[in-house]
């Protein structure tokens, strides 16, 4: 199975996560804000050199439904001078049917199938690892946010999540531009358009 994180690097919450995985043994796909690598520079070289997977979510965590074409292929291209990486997840899981044809030339387009709902406030963190828990099976891929808005959900939902999968049996994985061929290319293309 394979956890993502989406918006960060941020201080409060990313550090974080990459200490509970590192208790499980478990590697995880950061979708990275481009900003938020900029400012905390550090964290970002921690995810990396911690072996987990990187991938773009824009430099300003635009929406493709709200963003002219140009725009906001510029704003994905100066996160990809930070982020050296083919995958590719849309902010929102928006885009249009034109940004879809450009971006597939150009990257691995990542979505999920299981949707915590961490940045939620109007849920608590019980819900999140419930969302999770009732929806994961083999190949699943799971989205969380490290970042401040999802940071109090996260911090109760992520332990409950990794402790009862990896009871369970499972192993957590990075998602590779490889695999996006393979198993969770089911999940590539499957946009909101």
């Known amino acids: 199975m394979f956890l993502t994180f989406d918006d960060g690097p941020v201080p409060e919450v990313t550090p974080w996560v990459l200490d509970l995985l590192d208790e499980y043994n478990a590697k995880a796909t950061f979708f990275c804000v481009g900003e938020n690598i900029e400012k ?47 995958l590719f997840r849309p902010p929102y899981g928006k885009l249009r049917p034109s940004q879809v044809q450009f971006l597939q030339r150009h990257y691995k387009i990542v979505m999920w199938d299981v949707l915590s709902a961490d940045f939620d406030a109007d849920i608590s963190g019980e819900q999140c690892a419930k969302n999770v828990l009732r929806s994961v099976k083999p190949g699943s891929i799971v989205v969380f946010h490290d970042s401040l808005k999802a940071e109090k ?17 499972y192993s957590f ?5 490889e695999l996006c061929s393979g198993p969770v290319g089911k999940l590539v293309g499957q946009l909101s358009v």
């Open 40 to 86: 905390n520079p550090d964290i970002f070289e921690k995810v990396v050199n911690g072996g987990h997977a990187i991938g773009n979510h824009t430099y300003n965590h635009l929406s493709g439904w709200v963003t002219d074409r140009l725009p906001y292929f510029l704003n994905i291209r100066k996160c990809a001078q930070l982020v050296k990486s083919e």
């Open 173 to 177: 994985e990075s998602i590779t531009p």
């Open 153 to 169: 959900n996260l911090k109760h939902a992520l332990p409950i999540v990794l402790e009862r999968l990896a009871g369970e049996g």
